[in-house]
């Protein structure tokens, strides 16, 4: 079964600076997707960014980038210029594509970011 | 912009009664999820749901949970017999095919005392 670990419960990081929040995965397979989900307090489950595993380049969404590591089965989020609005729960979360292609996502427990003002 | 619409956003209920979360997926979208979250802990994945059958459950998912796409348009959960721990907030999710993201609904609270 995959795993999703993000190893940092929590962050903090001045308004306008940048943060990295990490997460590592385990699976023995080799096509995949990686997604990153914000959740702010309102508990809205919204998707921040996407990375197909057979893609090498990183995605990036405006001031969201990734850096995906498939040897390393890391894959991690930088978010730069902070903003107050970007406080939230984050969550990596990965889905297999398999045959079927129903797979559900499989999510870490969450880095709560905290911005500075 | 198209999404993910449930009801309601809360739901209180007795323990042992039988609950119904409505969901409205996306219009053509094909692959729906129900996702759980207890108060604290991480999203996980319940059941996914394609071509009208259950593609896909978790453990959790158990005797006691159901769903049902009866109309072509809603997405159902059903508990039979709610318990104390099935307290959580669910979120309905859809996606139109196999190599597109998950949009997910604004989820239920769900409260059994």
């Known amino acids: 079964a995959q795993t999703v670990t993000q190893s940092q419960p929590e962050m903090s990081v001045q308004e306008a600076e940048t943060v990295t929040l990490s997460c590592t995965y385990d699976t023995s397979e080799s096509d995949y997707y990686l997604f990153w989900y914000k959740q702010p307090p309102s508990r809205q489950m919204i998707l921040v960014i996407r990375?197909?595993?057979?893609?090498?380049q990183n995605a990036t969404e405006n001031r969201f980038s990734v850096n995906f590591q498939k040897a390393a089965k890391s894959f991690s989020l930088k978010i730069s210029d902070s903003q107050l609005g970007d406080a939230a729960m984050y969550f990596c979360?990965?889905?297999?594509?398999?045959?079927?292609?129903?797979?559900?996502?499989?999510f870490g427990k969450g880095t709560h970011l905290i911005i500075q003002p | 912009e198209p999404e993910v619409t449930q009801t309601p956003s809360h739901q209180v209920t007795q323990m042992g009664q039988e609950v119904i979360l409505r969901c409205v997926p996306i219009s053509n979208h094909l692959y729906f999820y129900w996702y759980r979250q207890i108060l604290g802990q991480k999203v996980e994945f319940l059941v996914s749901f394609y071509n009208n059958e259950i593609s896909e459950k978790s453990e959790i998912f158990d005797d006691q949970f159901s769903v049902e796409r009866p109309d072509g348009s809603n997405f159902t959960l059903k508990i039979r017999s709610t318990k104390l721990e099935d307290s959580a907030m669910y979120f309905c999710?859809?996606?139109?095919?196999?190599?597109?993201?998950?949009?997910f609904g604004q989820g239920t609270r769900l409260t059994v005392v």
């Open positions: 999710a859809s996606r139109v095919d196999r190599g597109t993201e998950a949009f």
């Open positions: 979360a990965y889905r297999g594509y398999s045959g079927g292609g129903a797979d559900g996502l499989t």
């Open positions: 990375q197909e595993a057979y893609k090498q």
